[in-house]
T-cell receptor, first 110, second 112 residues
Framework: QKEVEQNSGPLSVPEGAIASLNCTYSDRGSQSFFWYRQYSGKSPELIMSIYSNGDKEDGRFTAQLNKASQYVSLLIRDSQPSDSATYLCAVSGGGFKTIFGAGTRLFVKA | DVKVTQSSRYLVKRTGEKVFLECVQDMDHENMFWYRQDPGLGLRLIYFSYDVKMKEKGDIPEGYSVSREKKERFSLILESASTNQTSMYLC???????????FGPGTRLLVL
C-alpha cells in the first residue's frame, strides 16, 4: 500500500515565524509532489508543486524535495494568521492516481 | 482560471435512496476524480476517469458507481445510500497524468 505520512498536528507558530511542514512517502517511483492548503469547510487549493530534488520558492513558500530520503517539506516564512489551515501533501507516481496525506493542521497565533 | 463546480454544497438523503452527485469542469481536462474526505482519514479516491466513457476504480469504490458521458461532466452515484456514506465528497480534474488536480467546492452529504 503506497502511503503518504504527515504529522497531524496541530502545529502552532507565532505570527512572523517560519512554519515547517513535513511529509514522507513510501513509493520510490513517485515523480510529482504537491502541497495543498485547505481551509476549514473548503476544498483543497494548490500552493506548490515540485518535481525534482532541491528547493523551489514561491513568495513566502518554499518546497523542498529529497527523493533519496523520500521526504518533501513546505516552509512558510513570515507566517500570518491567514495561513492557519490544514496542509495536504500529495504524491503522484507514473499513473493517474495521486496519494494524499491526511494533512497537518497549522495554527498561526497573532 | 480552472473552474470545477459541483451540483450541491449540502445534501440530506435517507438510507436506501439513490443519490446523484454532479461535477462539471470548464477547462477541457482529460482526467476527473471523485474523492471522499473524512476526519483523520484524508482524501480517499473513489473513482476516476481518464477519458469520456472510461472509468477506473479507486481505493474505495464499493457502494458507488460513476458516469462520464461528456468530457466536462463526471457523475458519482450512490446506488443505495447508507449512513457510512455520510461524508464530504470532492470532485477534481487535471489536464494530464501527474499534473495538479483542481478541486470543486465539495458536497457535504448526510445520510439519515
Amino acid at each position: 500500500q503506497k502511503e503518504v505520512e504527515q504529522n497531524s498536528g496541530p502545529l502552532s507558530v507565532p505570527e512572523g515565524a517560519i512554519a515547517s511542514l513535513n511529509c514522507t512517502y513510501s513509493d520510490r517511483g513517485s515523480q510529482s509532489f504537491f502541497w495543498y492548503r485547505q481551509y476549514s469547510g473548503k476544498s483543497p487549493e494548490l500552493i506548490m508543486s515540485i518535481y525534482s530534488n532541491g528547493d523551489k520558492e514561491d513568495g513566502r513558500f518554499t518546497a523542498q524535495l529529497n527523493k533519496a530520503s523520500q521526504y518533501v517539506s513546505l516552509l512558510i516564512r513570515d507566517s500570518q494568521p491567514s495561513d492557519s489551515a490544514t496542509y495536504l501533501c500529495a504524491v503522484s507516481g507514473g499513473g493517474f492516481k495521486t496519494i494524499f496525506g491526511a494533512g497537518t493542521r497549522l495554527f498561526v497565533k497573532a | 482560471d480552472v473552474k470545477v463546480t459541483q451540483s450541491s454544497r449540502y445534501l440530506v438523503k435517507r438510507t436506501g435512496e439513490k443519490v446523484f452527485l454532479e461535477c462539471v469542469q470548464d477547462m477541457d481536462h482529460e482526467n476527473m476524480f471523485w474523492y471522499r474526505q473524512d476526519p483523520g482519514l484524508g482524501l480517499r479516491l473513489i473513482y476516476f476517469s481518464y477519458d469520456v466513457k472510461m472509468k477506473e476504480k479507486g481505493d474505495i469504490p464499493e457502494g458507488y458507481s460513476v458516469s462520464r458521458e461528456k468530457k466536462e461532466r463526471f457523475s458519482l452515484i450512490l446506488e443505495s445510500a447508507s449512513t457510512n456514506q455520510t461524508s464530504m465528497y470532492l470532485c477534481a480534474s487535471s489536464p494530464s497524468r501527474r499534473e495538479t488536480q483542481y478541486f470543486g467546492p465539495g458536497t457535504r452529504l448526510l445520510v439519515l
